[in-house]
């Protein structure tokens, strides 16, 4: 059973700080990467994907990934009262199959 | 362009009656899966497709069946509904397999 790990939260930041949100994943040969947000009653939407070791940066928000430790994470900066959602971190097999984590829950104190 | 469209937008259902969850996707996407998600939890992959005509199960496949008869059209079927099958239901797709996944709106469908 592949298996994606979140920290459920829930994870509260002051407007402006930084919200750190952490992944990891049971299937080391996992090539492909993703986080998305999903808003109360809506469907995802993707913010991120990273396929490479390292980091990488949209914006606001930075992915790094360390597959040796089979770990992904999402740093979101100055964090918006918007931001307040789920996030969902999902990893792709080899086998075309998407795993999701039960998702962490972000809430923005204005 | 609509992208991802789910129909019906909410189901009501008894124990042991049918149906089918309808998908289209006007993105000429090959690839479509169908996720379902319980209260606090994340998506669980139930089926997926890698273009027309070919179909293969997810990690939760009991309980439902699916065809892929044109690259649009992805419809979930429902047989013998049971309490447990309450949840929202996703479909989405994608152009590669190995990128951005694009959600429809979802199904909230619940089995009494």
């Known amino acids: 059973q592949k298996e994606v790990e979140q920290n459920s939260g829930p994870l509260s930041v002051p407007e402006g700080a930084i919200a750190s949100l952490n992944c990891t994943y049971s299937d080391r040969v996992s090539q492909s990467f993703f986080w998305y947000r999903q808003y109360s009653g809506k469907s995802p939407e993707l913010i991120m994907s990273?396929?490479?070791?390292g980091d990488k940066e949209d914006g606001r928000f930075t992915a790094q990934l360390n597959k040796a430790s089979q770990y992904v994470s999402l740093l979101i900066r100055d964090s918006q009262p918007s931001d307040s959602a789920t996030y969902l971190c999902?990893?792709?097999?080899?086998?075309?199959?998407?795993?999701f984590g039960t998702g962490t829950s972000l809430t923005v104190i204005p | 362009n609509a992208g991802v469209t789910q129909t019906p937008k909410f189901r009501i259902l008894k124990i042991g009656q049918s149906m089918t969850l309808q998908c289209t996707q006007d993105m000429n996407h090959n690839y479509m899966y169908w996720y379902r998600q319980d209260p606090g939890m994340g998506l669980k992959l139930i089926y997926y497709s890698v273009g027309a005509g070919i179909t293969d199960k997810g990690e939760v496949p009991n309980g439902y069946n699916v065809s892929r008869s044109t690259t649009e059209d992805f419809p979930l079927r429902l047989e013998l509904a049971a309490p447990s099958q309450t949840s929202v239901y996703f479909c989405?797709?994608?152009?590669?397999?190995?990128?951005?996944?694009?959600f429809g709106p979802g199904t909230r469908l619940t089995v009494t």
């Open positions: 999902a990893v792709l097999d080899t086998g075309n199959q998407f795993y």
């Open positions: 990273i396929y490479s070791n």
């Open positions: 989405a797709s994608t152009t590669t397999g190995a990128d951005e996944q694009y």
